[in-house]
């Protein structure tokens, strides 16, 4: 099972801060950890309930988490769209109405700052939203502020709340409840809709490496919507254990992990976040060294690792080939699915060719690995076009 101690904040200072439903976690037997500033629910008590059988049940069916300390930030205004161009590598000018994007905030060395999900509201206007990481979005605002125009409208919105319903029978239950969500909707495409007089904008995004669905609404009418997903057998609820053995598996970075002001996009594995028109025009932070990487190769790389016996890699864990460190293990767990641990690990480049044998150091012993490509477990995504 995930080492909770890689998932929770070790070092937090101060009381956390309440989800919005800080009462229906706990009414359901959440187990609360500080996470993000947050009490944020680890698991769930009962006979459904624990990190392994929470993933399973988001592998086979449905699960709901409450991801709402997350940063969600309105900008709009005239210019938005290219005062934002000069902070993330995305192509935003050819973003269409609906369309959500994975995009990188870049500091001026090329380090990432954060990374986010920015989705276009309205065709032909400047606005859009941001989903950025509960950890960082204070810093995030504060640096979008300092640098857009004040022509562009910076709102940090307050009183929302965001669930996230992810697994296999995700689509289905949405549909069930509220009808006109069509089942041909895409992967990162995203629609507006009503249910019992709440507006939801609904993405077809996650971080579970499953189909699934990120709804935001307002908080006044969140407790009942997840009463209203609960309702349906297919769906339980699912803590911060699960969601995060679960994005390891997916092969998906964790900000702060993974990710950090030290890793450029290339190295990290996320060079495609870096759209074609931009990488040929450039005019954003840190273009020099983000340009050489993907021109050169990046002197490091995030890998896949698949380690042998049953211990799990902790983050940090120095890699070795030989009796050379060449990296360090940025997260690591048991994985449910694979019966196994597995890690990603920060390497140098002349070791990251999958099927490379190497050893992570764990608890003073040396444990056998090989690099192995990304994911760890096939995405389901459902890509436009696809069958329902």
Not at 320 to 333: D, E, K, L, N
Request: hydrophobic share 45%; charged share 20%.
């Amino acid at each position: 099972m995930p080492e909770t101690d890689a998932i929770v904040d070790a070092d937090s200072v101060g009381e956390p801060a309440e989800l919005p439903l800080d009462g229906w976690h706990r009414a359901r037997g959440a187990r609360m950890v500080p996470f993000a500033g947050y009490a944020m629910p680890l698991q769930y008590a009962g006979p459904h309930g624990g990190i392994i059988a929470e993933h399973d049940w988001t592998r086979t069916s449905a699960s709901l988490f409450d991801v709402s300390h997350m940063g969600q930030i309105l900008i709009e205004g005239e210019g938005a769209t290219a005062a934002l161009e000069r902070l993330l590598p995305a192509d935003l000018a050819a973003l269409k109405l609906g369309h959500i994007r994975y995009s990188l905030l870049l500091d001026e060395h090329g380090g990432i700052r954060d990374d986010l999900l920015v989705t276009k509201l309205t065709a032909g206007v400047d606005r859009f939203s941001l989903v950025v990481n509960g950890a960082t979005k204070a810093d995030d605002f504060d640096y979008l502020r300092a640098d857009l125009p004040r022509t562009v409208s910076l709102t940090m919105l307050q009183g929302v709340a965001l669930l996230a319903l992810q697994g296999p029978a995700a689509a289905a239950v949405l549909g069930d409840m509220i009808p006109g969500i069509s089942p041909k909707l895409g992967f990162m495409r995203s629609v507006m809709r009503d249910w019992r007089g709440y507006r939801l904008n609904i993405g077809r995004s996650g971080y579970t490496g499953e189909d699934g669905f990120e709804i935001s609404l307002s908080v006044a009418g969140a407790a009942a919507f997840a009463d209203a997903l609960l309702a349906d057998e297919r769906v339980r609820p699912a803590g911060l254990g699960a969601r995060d053995s679960l994005r390891l598996e997916a092969g998906l970075p964790l900000y702060g992990h993974d990710l950090d002001r030290t890793t450029d996009p290339v190295s990290a594995g996320l060079a495609f976040a870096i759209s074609k028109r931009r990488r040929a025009e450039g005019g954003y932070p840190g273009v020099a060294r983000i340009s050489q990487a993907l021109a050169e190769g990046p002197a490091r790389r995030l890998v896949g690792l698949l380690v042998e016996g049953r211990m799990p890699a902790r983050e940090g864990a120095p890699v070795f080939a030989g009796p050379v460190a060449v990296g360090r293990a940025t997260s690591g767990a048991f994985s449910p699915t694979l019966g196994r641990p597995i890690a990603l690990a920060n390497v140098e480049s002349a070791h990251c060719a999958p099927g490379t044998f190497l050893e992570l150091e764990v608890r003073g012993r040396r444990l056998a690995a090989e690099v192995v490509p990304l994911p760890f477990v096939p995405h389901r995504y459902h890509r436009a076009g696809a069958s329902a």
